[in-house]
């Protein structure tokens, strides 16, 4: 059964990757119409020329911010994916205000217009910052999840349903590690890492997405969906993409040099899913933890069942420092299987230096005196390249 059919979708920050990815694959669902919406005008349109084709998708130039706007693109509209955010730590750190009128006052609007709009579902996208949050960006989308879970609480009627979802880190989103990574090998190296200990949750983009679309129909009211998702140590991860693509390039794996620049403001040693308070409230499921909410609706009756339940409570917070990570081998077969690697070559810049057709040879002087050349000319741009992506990796 198509669940999706003949319904009217809107998704918030479709010209990012996982509101651009939503919109790829909601356009085989039978959908009698879906409307798109982005503040970024130069990707916005490149989305439209590309979705040209389909007379049911309409994109529209938007700020989640004005809540006039919105109401006008939500007019009608059954459910509502909301995507757009600011997700970078390190700028959010730098803007902080910023970071909350867009990922706290812009979901308020979402929630606000959504109730006048009379709209079926709400899915609010969050990140596995928001646990235990240590930066600007994790408190703010902490802050949108308890609102998510507010809406739901005190609506009187039976819809909008609102919940949420949290992800771990997208592999090959934009702004991720491993775009940031394949341009410094592209470059000769060195490759960067905050801390050699690092370890994240990881999903792909298909994972993040399918996450999604299953929780709208799946939502009672008021969760946090998290995914089941392996855990890398970052790096293993630099360690096996310089391997794999440093030969690519024509250069020797041995020659990439992985340099540590320490942590940033506001990042995290591990990543957590799950905190130690709400694993009294979170249901097992096949492929997913439910988080369900502190603060039941005050105006429904709401029976939260779910089809799979394993079990219906945890034992321990579900964080990237608890449990298993991938091996190398493990993760070199996740990269190369799933096209990472060479998802990561395409989003190349055109611009970047084209790496050389001959390989130096190892610890000549030229080698050693282009190295200490680039160390001293570039260690503050990786450092602040670093600082802008090596944290996030959801777009």
């Known amino acids: 059964m198509n669940l999706w059919h003949n319904k009217r979708v809107l998704i918030t920050g479709v010209a990012g990757t996982i509101g651009h990815e939503l919109l790829r694959q909601l356009v085989r669902c039978e959908t009698s119409e879906i409307i798109g919406i982005d503040s970024n005008e130069s990707e916005l349109f490149f989305v439209q020329q590309e979705f040209a084709r389909f007379p049911t998708v309409r994109l529209y130039l938007a700020d989640i911010r004005d809540a006039c706007q919105l109401a006008r693109r939500m007019e009608g509209i059954d459910i509502v994916l909301h995507t757009a955010a600011y997700k970078h730590v390190f700028l959010c750190e730098q803007a902080p205000s910023n970071a909350v009128h867009t990922n706290i006052l812009g979901t308020q609007n979402i929630i606000d217009t959504a109730a006048a709009q009379d ?119 630099a360690t096996v993409m310089i391997e794999e693509l440093a030969p690519r390039f024509g250069r020797y794996p041995r020659d990439i040099r992985i340099k540590h620049i320490g942590v940033i403001p506001g990042e995290k040693l591990y990543e957590e899913l799950m905190s130690d308070e709400e694993t009294r409230r979170t249901i097992e499921l096949s492929s997913y933890f439910v988080v369900l909410p502190a603060f039941r609706p005050i105006y429904n009756v709401v029976a939260y069942e779910y089809p799979h339940t394993v079990r219906d409570s945890m034992d321990h917070a579900y964080n990237s420092a608890s449990e298993p990570a991938l091996s190398p081998h493990e993760l070199r077969s996740l990269l190369v299987n799933r096209g990472l690697l060479d998802e990561a070559l395409e989003s190349l810049p055109v611009t970047d230096p084209q790496p050389p057709m001959t390989i130096a040879t190892p610890d000549s002087p030229a080698t050693a005196q282009s190295e200490l050349l680039r160390d001293g000319l570039h260690d503050q741009a990786l450092i602040n390249e670093a600082s802008l992506t090596a944290a996030d990796a959801t777009d």
């Open 119 to 237: 709209v079926e579902r709400v899915i609010f996208t969050s990140s596995d910052k928001a646990v235990n949050p240590t930066s600007v960006m994790g408190t703010s989308k902490l802050m949108g999840e308890r609102l998510i879970t507010s809406a739901n609480a005190t609506r009187r009627n039976r819809k909008p349903i609102f919940a949420s979802t949290r992800f771990g880190n997208v592999l090959g989103s934009r702004g991720s590690v491993i775009p940031l990574f394949a341009r410094q090998i592209a470059n000769g190296g060195p490759v960067t890492l905050t801390d050699p200990q690092m370890t994240r949750f990881i999903m792909t983009l298909q994972d993040a997405v399918r996450l999604v679309m299953n929780s709208v129909f799946l939502a009672c009211g008021g969760e946090v969906f998290i995914t089941k998702m392996p855990i890398a140590r970052i790096r293993d991860l």
